[in-house]
C-alpha cells in the first residue's frame, strides 16, 4: 500500500526558512500530482501548493505565493516544499497528499477530495 511520509518541520524565527519533504517510495510518481495542505489548531485544513505529475505546472494559494516554492524529483520519490520568509500564521501541522494528475489544475488544486492519499503531517512552528 502506498505511503507518504512527511519530514522537515520544526521550530523556526519569524522570517526563517525551512524545507519539507514528502517520501512516497514505490508510488507511481508518472501518474500522480502532489499537493501540500497545512491545518492550524481549530481551522480547516487549507491547500497551499501543488505540482502536477511532471513538475511543469504549480499553483499555489495566495497566502503563500512568492514565499512557497513546491518541486519534485519523481526518481527519488519525493516532493519538496521549500518555505522562506515565514510568518507566525504559517504555523500548522504540514501534509502532502497525491491525486491522480488530470484531477488537478489552478480551480481545483485546492480541493482535499480530490486526493486519495495523505501523510501523517509534520509540525511547522514559527515563532515571534
Known amino acids: 500500500q502506498e505511503q507518504l511520509k512527511e519530514s522537515g518541520g520544526g521550530l523556526v524565527h519569524i522570517g526563517g526558512s525551512l524545507k519539507l519533504t514528502c517520501e512516497a517510495p514505490?508510488?507511481?510518481?508518472?501518474?500522480?500530482?502532489i499537493g501540500w495542505f497545512r491545518q492550524a489548531p481549530a481551522k480547516a485544513r487549507e491547500a497551499i501548493s501543488s505540482?502536477?505529475?511532471?513538475?511543469?505546472?504549480?499553483h499555489y494559494a495566495f497566502s503563500v505565493e512568492g514565499r512557497f516554492t513546491i518541486s519534485r524529483d519523481n526518481s527519488k520519490y519525493m516532493s519538496y516544499l521549500q518555505m522562506d520568509n515565514l510568518k507566525p500564521e504559517d504555523t500548522a501541522v504540514y501534509f502532502c497528499?497525491?491525486?491522480?494528475?488530470?484531477?488537478?489544475?489552478?480551480?481545483?488544486?485546492?480541493?482535499?477530495?480530490?486526493?486519495?492519499?495523505w501523510g501523517q503531517g509534520t509540525q511547522v512552528t514559527v515563532s515571534s
Open positions: 497528499a497525491t491525486a491522480p494528475d488530470l484531477y488537478i489544475d489552478s480551480d481545483t488544486f485546492q480541493n482535499p477530495n480530490l486526493y486519495d492519499y
Open positions: 505540482i502536477s505529475a511532471s513538475g511543469a505546472s504549480t
Open positions: 514505490g508510488f507511481p510518481m508518472e501518474h500522480y500530482a
